[in-house]
């Protein structure tokens, strides 16, 4: 299984307009509303009071994606440090989508 890490700018790179972000979106809102999505509860972890860390797979059946989405969340940190930190994994052969630091 190769794993590729994109950065921010790797995937602002890909040069989507804000109406395909949107257009895809609502691609995946339908196919939920078509009930042609897996999404089970997000399993998560709380290694601090008031922190977490979060597991959010999902599945879209007429596309054969699946994905993952890691979240954490430290609202104790500093005002200007970033308080979550997202990393999605989206592939139907385990190439990881995106990750923001």
Known sequence: MDL????QADVE???MSMREVLDALDRGFAAKGRGNTEMPPK???HTRPACYIHAMPAYVQELEVAGLKWV???PPTPPRACRTSP???SSTIARPACRWR
């Open 4 to 7: 590729a890490y994109l950065s």
């Open 13 to 15: 790179g890909l040069g």
């Open 43 to 45: 399993p998560g972890i």
């Open 72 to 74: 954490s969340g430290y």
């Open 87 to 89: 990393v999605c994994w």
